[in-house]
């Protein structure tokens, strides 16, 4: 059997040391933010994207040992376990092919064909499948026996017929072929339950539908899935050849005939022995069949969408922040008012309020006054406007307060509200805020996420913020385990300050947990700010290996060393000591002088510990300490007048925010309070295979409005502003899902979308049952 190491080196094309020396590491404890960055000579230069993949095909493999050892146990036990069985097991590469192998010795509830066996009938079964030429019936009269429970010749051959089904159905090389061939061939097949169609209407792309299943994007497959769940769509899985007609055997059946030498040749017991394979197909092994690949459809759809999830999670992490600026939260409504907050530079709630400028009251002029005069009194910088309900009235507003205080060059940005009124009534928030209202607690979230959107969305779960696709119809624990090491590598890749940072800030740190960042701040809150890194070894639960793990990734502004400032390890700081030395410089004089530093040979002061990899880094952090990975700041701007969708008419061009990427295209605020689709086949003039090729969420891009559907809140976009809105549309064929079946930010979750999909997806109906 290949190692679990080699067998991951030749997936990711890397040598076996590489992958056994990051195994090593993982073993003893280290994070992968922290091996990528600081373990680079030991594991060849694995990145953090390689270090996940391996992690989590380490731990399936590492299930399928488990697994094989306790299959080879049971099998021991039995007393069946022979050389060529062992062999099998050992090179059993899936869950699925040690199952198929494992299968006639599983433990299980009394069969037929055990029964049969304990009855005498296993010789007969043995004799009718290799000597055709007999006559069933004629051999079975002589297994006859009221004493063993076999009262008929009948009897004795439906007997003899349930072991050889168990044999056919347990053979794993064959079961294992069939599958494949049912993959390659066979399609999803749905239709609109009866009596259904008006109530599941949301689902009438799919009323009459069919698919090849190796061909299916993640996007539909578990929109069908969701619709047979609901109650509204018949699904099957259906292939060429299944279903043949009484004395004419398909492809599927032929197979199992020329595994087991059996065919139709006239001789007595051939009519005995197709039966027993038609029968053998269509009750056992065509249902385990279709069950194994609706579970791999659904592990391949959900792969998809965590992979859709977490993309849009890490750009929405890495958004560009604002920055330390004062900055005013409008958290929009109507009836319940705008709730206020004012946040200082560092995140410190200095004001709240609440007015009423929309209706019913219609206090604008108030709001404007009071607002401004918050404005003047406590200099703020910006303001952040709340997405959701009364967005663009509340934008209006914002733009007369920032007309009316010319002085203090204020900026307005609208910014996402996904997750904060989930923030807002969390145990993180109560914490953070224990003397304000529930009702302004999103107000600061708003302020605090334009200021940095990485510090602000640590604090919700990541399923809340709005980003996924289908993220309620897969593994939560799959999901929340993505999730959580793009929500790690994201803080790591950026750095913390740990005289600022709150507590789910910190514990997102390399090394740190919710308990040692809870130390920290508490620390912090009683001896001052930590002037250096090694201060912090006193925080109490922060041994010297979460020492070693976080201090690289902790920042301390204005410390007495400025190397804390930066991502250099702790640990190498003596390299740069020598640097020091042999440029004859002061450490503050260094730090910056990128003519001096690009200048260095890293090869003069690699050792046997610090590579080249590590000193070019360390040369980086010296010319640009603590970098900040994130783009610069930027906003879009809606256009004025067009504020809802009836504002939009085909042709315009306008500015917006992308929300959400998925595998079909991306959603994009243009500030009518329902995002638009820009379909993939509308993304750019090249054929792209997926749209994260050519946005993340967060960008700010210009689309043209291809289609404007009011009644169904449906907005088809397209980024290619140069063609007409005839060349613009996609060809027929291709075709996205019906976007209400998402879980996303949008206005009204069963509304996103645009008429564009509409077409698109009738275009490919119309090809798939053309063939």
Known sequence: MTSVNLLIAEELGVREAQVTAAVDLLDGGSTVPFIARYRKEATGLLDDAQLRTLEERLGYLRDLQKRREAVLESIRAQGKLTPELATALARADTKARLEDIYLPYKPRRRSKAQTAREAGLGPLSEILLAKPETDPRKVAQAYVSSAKGIDTVEAALEGAKAILTERFAEDADLVGRLREDFWKSGAAVSRVKKGKAIEGAKFSDYFDWSERLERMPSHRILALFRGETEGFLDLDLAAEGEDSAPGTPGPYELAICRRHGISARGRPGDGWLMEVVRSSWRTRIRTGIKADLR??????????????????????????????????????????????????????????????????????????????????????????????????????????????????????????????????????????????????????????????????????????????????????????????????????????????????????????????????????????????????????????????????????????????????????????????????????????????????????????????????????????????????????????????????????????????????????????HQDGLVHISAMSTKRIAAPSEVVKAGDVVRVLVLSVDVPRNRIGLSMRLDDSIDRAAPKPGSSGPDPRHMQSKPATEDDRGGALADALRRAASQQDRRG
């Open 295 to 672: 579970t791999r459809l659904f592990e391949k759809a959900e792969a998809e969408a965590v992979k859709v999830f977490a993309g849009n999670l890490k750009d929405l992490l890495l958004a560009a922040p604002a920055g330390g600026r004062t900055t005013m939260g409008l958290d929009p409504g109507y009836r319940n008012g705008v709730k206020i907050a004012v946040v200082d530079a560092t995140g410190k709630v200095v004001a709240v309020e609440t007015t009423y400028p929309h209706e019913p009251q219609r206090r604008w002029n108030d709001t404007v006054a009071t607002l401004g005069q918050l404005c003047r009194q406590h200099k703020v910088e910006m303001l952040a406007i709340g997405n959701g309900t009364a967005s663009r009235e509340t934008d209006k507003l914002a733009a007369e307060i920032v007309a009316a205080n010319p002085g203090l060059k204020m900026a307005k940005v609208m910014v996402s509200e996904a997750g904060a009124s989930v923030y807002s009534a969390s145990e993180i928030a109560s914490r953070e805020l224990p003397g304000l209202d529930v009702s302004h607690r999103g107000a600061v979230s708003i302020a605090r996420r334009l200021q940095d959107p990485l510090a602000e969305l640590v604090k919700i779960d990541p399923k809340s913020i709005g980003v996924g696709q289908y993220q309620h119809d897969i593994s939560e624990q799959k999901l929340s385990r993505s999730l959580s090491a793009v929500v790690e590598d994201a803080v790591n890749a950026v750095g913390v300050d740990v005289n600022t940072a709150s507590p789910s800030l910190l514990s997102q740190v390399s090394g740190l947990g919710a308990s040692v960042a809870a130390n920290i701040v508490a620390h912090r809150d009683a001896n001052g700010p930590f002037r250096t890194r090694t201060a912090i070894k006193a925080v109490a639960g922060l041994g010297p290996k979460a020492f070693e793990l976080s201090a690289g990734f902790l920042r301390i502004q204005d410390g007495k060393d400025p190397l804390d400032s930066s991502g250099v390890h702790p640990e190498a700081y003596p390299v740069v000591r020598r640097i020091l030395e042999a440029t004859k410089s002061d450490i503050r004089a260094l730090i910056g002088n990128a003519a001096m530093l690009k200048s260095l040979q890293p090869a003069a002061f690699a050792d046997a510990r610090f590579g080249i990899p590590t000193i070019r880094d360390i040369i980086s952090e010296l010319e640009k300490p603590g970098r900040d990975p994130r783009p610069a700041f930027k906003t879009a701007s809606f256009q004025e007048g067009v504020e809802k969708i009836t504002d939009l008419k085909p042709g315009m061009q306008l500015e917006g925010v992308v929300t959400n990427v998925a595998a079909f295209g991306a959603f994009v605020d243009i500030g009518v």
